[in-house]
Antibody
C-alpha cells in the first residue's frame, strides 16, 4: 500500500518561500509510470493543481504559478518537494501531495490520482 | 473560476439517483480522459472514477461515470447519507499543458 505524508512549516511569512516535502512509502518514486504531484485547496474552495514531477525527472507546472514553483525529487530519500517563492495570503491553503498514475491507450494519455497524502495546512501571515 | 464547470450543489433523497455534470471544452474533456474524486470535510480527496467510466476496486457499482463530447457526468444511485461529500472532476488540458479540476459539487442527501 502506497502512503504519502506531507511535512513542512505550517506558517510562512509573506514574501518568503514555502517549502514542503512529501515522503513516500510502499513504492519507489523513481520507478513505474507515475507523476508525483502537488495540489492545494484554499479553505472553502476547490482543488488547484500546482505541478508534478515524473519518474524520469520531467516537470510540469500550473501556468499561473510557473514563475514561482519548483517541484523536485530526492530518490535517495524517496521523497519529493515543493518550493513556492514570494508567497502572499492568497497562497494560504491545505497542500496535498498525490501520486498520479499515467499510461496510454491508443496514443491517448490517461492520468488519475490514485493515492493522496492527508494534507497539510500552510498559512501565510506575518 | 475553474476551467471545468460543475454545479455548486445538488441534493436528493435517500434511495434516489443523482447526476453531477462536469462541462469543459475540446482542449480538455473533449480529448482527454476524466476522473472523479470525492472528499469528506477535513479529509483528502479519494478516487471514485477513472478513465471516464471505470471504478477502482472497493468503489460500489452505485457510482458510474460517462463522457460525451466536452462534458462528463457522475451518477450515483441508491443514495445513502454517507454519500454526502464534495465531488470533483478532473482532466488534462492540452492547451494549458496542465491538469484542471472542476470547482466541486456538494452533494446533500436530504
Amino acid at each position: 500500500q502506497v502512503q504519502l505524508q506531507e511535512s513542512g512549516p505550517g506558517l510562512v511569512k509573506p514574501s518568503q518561500t514555502l517549502s514542503l516535502t512529501c515522503a513516500v512509502s510502499g513504492g519507489s518514486i523513481s520507478s513505474g509510470t507515475y507523476y508525483w504531484t502537488w495540489i492545494r485547496q484554499p479553505a472553502g474552495k476547490g482543488l488547484e493543481w500546482i505541478g508534478r514531477i515524473y519518474t524520469s525527472g520531467t516537470t510540469n507546472y500550473n501556468p499561473s504559478l510557473r514563475s514561482r514553483v519548483t517541484v523536485s525529487a530526492d530518490t535517495s530519500k524517496n521523497q519529493f518537494s515543493l518550493k513556492l517563492t514570494s508567497v502572499t495570503a492568497a497562497d494560504t491553503a491545505v497542500y496535498y501531495c498525490a501520486r498520479q498514475r499515467y499510461y496510454e491507450i491508443s496514443g491517448h494519455p490517461i492520468y488519475y490520482f490514485d493515492y493522496w497524502g492527508q494534507g497539510t495546512l500552510v498559512t501565510v501571515s506575518s | 473560476q475553474s476551467v471545468l464547470t460543475q454545479p455548486p450543489s445538488v441534493s436528493a433523497a435517500p434511495g434516489q439517483k443523482v447526476t453531477i455534470s462536469c462541462s469543459g471544452s475540446s482542449s480538455n474533456i473533449g480529448n482527454s480522459y476524466v476522473s472523479w474524486y470525492h472528499q469528506l470535510p477535513g479529509t483528502a480527496p479519494k478516487l471514485l472514477i477513472y478513465d471516464n467510466d471505470k471504478r477502482p476496486s472497493g468503489i460500489p457499482d452505485r457510482f458510474s461515470g460517462s463522457k460525451s463530447g466536452t462534458s462528463a457526468t457522475l451518477g450515483i444511485t441508491g443514495l445513502q447519507t454517507g454519500d454526502e461529500a464534495n465531488y470533483c472532476c478532473g482532466t488534462w488540458d492540452s492547451s494549458l499543458g496542465a491538469w484542471v479540476f472542476g470547482g466541486g459539487t456538494q452533494l446533500t442527501v436530504l
